[in-house]
């Protein structure tokens, strides 16, 4: 999963690949660390990074997808987009036009399906939640349509690339 994180207003690029159900690949300014992540209480994570252990407490994303993490007492402001979310972001607004086939982002688990075939749904409006990484993650349609179909049911593992539904 490649994603972009806004941390205290600075950005980074990060990469990251699950290698077993814990364990994760993490890419970060070109250095790649090995990471094992745990939740072991809601909000809580315990992460295991190379030889260093940190307990990082997370919050709730809030209506705009920020969350606050605290790590050793000090606290950070996150905001995530995926690649996409930017190049969307920074082609003006301009409307897309004909069927789009939203796409997993990252490798996870279908949570919940929030539509059905023939709902007509708005730009933004959630349309599913993937679980990846212990975190829940809300799909949202990239313009205003009528769910055509959908590839995926509750419960589905999904690598990233995975079509998920089409928008008409």
């Known amino acids: 999963m490649e994603l972009i ?7 980074h690029e990060i990469n990251i690949r699950q290698l077993e159900p ?27 990074i190379e030889e260093d252990s940190y307990e990082v407490r997370v ?6 997808d920020r969350m606050t993490a605290v790590l050793r007492e000090n606290s950070y402001s996150i905001e995530t987009l995926n ?6 972001g920074e082609s003006g607004g301009r409307q897309v036009k004909g069927d789009v086939v ?7 688990k279908v949570l919940r399906l929030l539509v059905s075939p023939g709902d007509e749904v708005e730009e933004g409006q959630a349309v599913l939640v993937l679980v990846a990484m212990k975190m829940e993650n809300e799909i949202e349609a990239p313009k205003s349509g009528v769910i055509k179909s959908i590839d995926v049911s509750e419960g589905d593992p999904v690598e990233s690339g995975a079509p998920l539904m089409v928008i008409a």
């Open 59 to 64: 919050s709730d994303r809030d209506k705009h």
């Open 22 to 48: 814990d364990l994760y690949e993490v890419t970060l300014a070109g250095q790649t660390f090995t990471v094992h992540c745990r939740e072991p209480i809601k909000n809580l994570y315990s992460l295991l």
């Open 102 to 108: 939203i796409e997993s982002v990252m490798p996870g």
């Open 5 to 11: 994180a806004q941390v205290n207003e600075r950005e």
């Open 83 to 88: 690649p996409m979310e930017r190049v969307l």
